[in-house]
């Protein structure tokens, strides 16, 4: 992994107690070490598996993504044509209200 550290990588590791039966499964870093949380004894590292890191989403092809995007292009202007005129005003209206209703209100400094 270029440039990543050994402490950003995560793995997903199986911790046995050394003392107690506790045995459990979680998300660390790679060069983690935790205590039992029953008894607070060292623990070991029955297995360990490398998380690997998604650049995108699974599923998503370019194929696809490119068609949204073609889609997309025209989507809002589409929509506000198939509108009547009094639906887009009344959007309008929501929109400006929603808008000055979270400007803070400024004093003069005069």
Not at 79 to 86: D, F
């Amino acid at each position: 992994m270029g440039g990543v550290t050994n402490e950003a990588r995560r793995q997903l590791v199986t911790r046995r107690c050394r003392v107690c039966e506790w045995q459990d499964e979680r998300i660390e870093a790679v060069n983690a070490d935790a205590d039992c949380p029953w008894c607070h004894a060292p623990t070991r590292c029955v297995r360990a598996v490398a998380l690997a890191e998604r650049r995108r989403p699974l599923g998503l092809s370019v194929h696809a993504a490119a068609l949204g995007r073609r889609g997309g292009l025209k989507g809002g202007r589409a929509r506000a044509e198939a509108l009547p005129a009094a639906r887009r005003r009344q959007i309008a209206q929501m929109a400006a209200r929603a808008r000055w209703s979270r400007r803070p209100k400024r004093e003069d400094a005069g």
